[in-house]
């Protein structure tokens, strides 16, 4: 079997062919489709390809897949930490590579499958079109500020909003800007509500989308963007590991024999599923259950902000015991999840249904929705008592011979 070390760059990538210990070739291969594929017949499916992640990594991953064993994707960071050296070019970089990869030290990286990577994508470009919403709306707010002009009572950005923004009394520049800007903003609007569109209706057919669906809080496009991070769950042994990924856990300073220091949060890993479940932790506060009752008893030790990000952790948890065991959340309410999902059919696109009663029908009968909420506002209580009863406990007293002692 041979290993073979590829260090990419942006043009080209340097490769070290070693076999039985021994480096019998180098060269150097133009990144193209055409040199890649060509470049690929040349191995066979005994060989083993190393490459970093990068930006262009999983392309070239990609199109050497169908030819060789395997394409390890190495972290770069582990690998310069586990083979530093003072002299670096791209040969000896690709000799580490194939190196440490035939010692077995390679730290490599889960390397997602297509429909992921394409999830991915999604969410991500969703993010951007996001961004630009938020940014163009704060460059309206920002004219109105500089023109001294008193806030609007009703919602800014709908129909009354608009005509009202149209008749300010703003100077003829400034005012083709604020046309310019409302434009560009139902533009990137429509494009906001098509991703979300898509999104929603492949999470109604997603069975694990749907599972996660059942946690307050957690809607198609916070599930999607959750599921597109994640990949395969059974990548995660434990929860905290989930967390950890998510950069939701503390960092932690020890040494000697002083004692572990907890800091802020990591912020490592996908920072669009950590911002979701951010989102969402603050939605959650407003339902009855367990959840909120632990929102509550963070922020009143340590503000809200806190409490969100620990809320968020606490989702985390969730949703890797939901998808591991393959159960719904256990204090789901139905009629509420069942209207939850009405909302994302319709969001996607299915037509309304009016004179007849939908799958939504329990959620708006207020007999069985109260008789949910008072179930989950019990369990809500009985957590509180919980908690309660912690702070109650006396503190444990010393053993009769350390007191000697």
Do not use: C
Request: hydrophobic residues 45%; without cysteine; positive net charge.
């Amino acid at each position: 079997m041979r290993v073979i070390g590829m260090d990419i760059h942006r043009s080209f990538a340097q490769a070290a062919i070693l076999e039985d210990g021994q480096f019998i070739k180098e060269l150097r291969v133009d990144l193209t489709h055409e040199r890649i594929v060509k470049f690929s017949k040349t191995l066979t499916l005994d060989d083993e390809v190393v490459i970093e992640a990068t930006g262009n990594s999983l392309a070239v991953e990609r199109l050497l897949r169908p030819f060789v064993k395997r394409v390890i994707v190495a972290n770069p960071r582990l690998v310069r930490a586990i083979a530093y050296a003072r002299v670096k070019t791209d040969k000896i970089d690709a000799r580490v590579l194939a190196q440490l990869q035939a010692s077995g030290f390679l730290p490599d990286v889960w390397v997602p499958d297509d429909d992921t990577q394409r999830r991915r994508r999604q969410t991500t470009e969703r993010l951007g079109v996001l961004e630009q919403a938020v940014r163009t709306k704060g460059r309206i707010h920002s004219i109105l500020h500089a023109n001294l002009i008193p806030k609007f009572t009703g919602h800014l950005f709908g129909k009354a909003g608009k005509k009202w923004l149209s008749s300010l009394p703003l100077p003829d520049d400034e005012r083709s800007i604020l046309a310019r800007l409302v434009d560009e903003l139902e533009r990137i609007t429509a494009q906001l509500a098509e991703f979300d569109k898509v999104i929603a209706s492949e999470s109604l057919v997603d069975p694990r989308a749907v599972r996660l669906m059942t946690i307050p809080g957690i809607g198609p496009i916070v599930a999607s963007t959750v599921l597109a991070s994640i990949g395969d769950i059974s990548r995660f042994p434990t929860p905290e590991k989930l967390s950890s990924y998510f950069g939701l856990t503390p960092k932690i300073r020890q040494s000697g024999d002083r004692p572990a220091r907890h800091g802020r949060i990591s912020k490592q890993g996908n920072v669009a599923a950590r911002r979701m479940l951010v989102e969402a932790a603050w939605s959650a506060k407003l339902a009855p259950g367990p959840l909120r009752a632990f929102f509550n008893r963070v922020q009143k030790a340590r503000g809200a902000p806190a409490a969100a990000v620990a809320t968020a952790r606490k989702l985390a948890v969730m949703i890797w015991h939901v998808l591991t065991s393959g159960a719904d959340y256990a204090y789901a309410r139905p009629a509420f999840t069942a209207m939850k999902m009405r909302k994302a059919a319709l969001k996607a696109g299915a037509p309304r249904a009016y004179g007849k009663a939908g799958p939504a029908q329990d959620y708006w009968i207020k007999e069985i929705r109260d008789r949910e909420a008072q179930y989950v506002e019990r369990v809500e209580k009985a957590y509180e008592q919980m908690v309660a009863a912690w702070k109650q406990a006396p503190p444990k007293q010393k053993p009769a011979s350390a007191e000697k002692t």
